[in-house]
């Protein structure tokens, strides 16, 4: 069970891995896991053509997330959110929620220190400090392919 909320590393701007991901899907449905409270990324989407559903369990409503999650995304993207959490499970967990949906998956992951230790990064925040391939491993027990492009883990 995750111990610490993840809901005050929200931050009101577009996710650099949105703006690597959106632009070559217009026309798409995307589900935002762990998309924050602000609606930067949907406007941003929008703009793009692109219809964005955010699903963020500590700073969306009920009502929301499960509109969110009843969506039939074309594609997941899932930025910064991972790193984030301070249960392993909770964390596998999630990964097997973007892998049910059977599409694309884009993650990003913020990686801190890099010391590999997870810690307190901040009043009511916690940081896994995990390089990007560290995550590998355990993509690749809920996804066939699992490739890295710079910062970018897509997951199939």
């Not at 690597?20 to 406007?43: C, E, F, R």
């Not at 053509?49 to 409503?61: I, P, Q």
Request: net charge positive.
């Amino acid at each position: 069970m995750q111990q610490i909320s993840s809901a005050t590393t929200s931050l009101n701007q577009v996710n650099p891995g949105i703006k690597t991901v959106l632009p070559q899907l217009a026309g798409n449905t995307v589900l935002d896991i762990g998309g924050g409270k602000y609606d930067a990324n949907k406007i941003y989407a929008a703009g793009l053509g692109v219809t964005l559903y955010v699903y963020d369990k500590f700073n969306r409503s009920e009502a929301e997330n499960v509109q969110a999650l009843a969506c039939h995304p074309d594609t997941i993207v899932c930025n910064n959110v991972l790193n984030v959490i301070d249960d392993g499970q909770a964390m596998r967990n999630l990964i097997a929620l973007c892998a049910s949906y059977r599409v694309p998956c884009y993650f990003t992951v913020y990686e801190g220190n890099k010391s590999g230790i997870g810690s307190h990064s901040k009043k009511g925040c916690w940081q896994r400090n995990w390089k990007t391939e560290d995550y590998i491993p355990i993509f690749k027990k809920y996804f066939k392919s699992v490739v890295c492009q710079g910062k970018l883990i897509i997951c199939r």
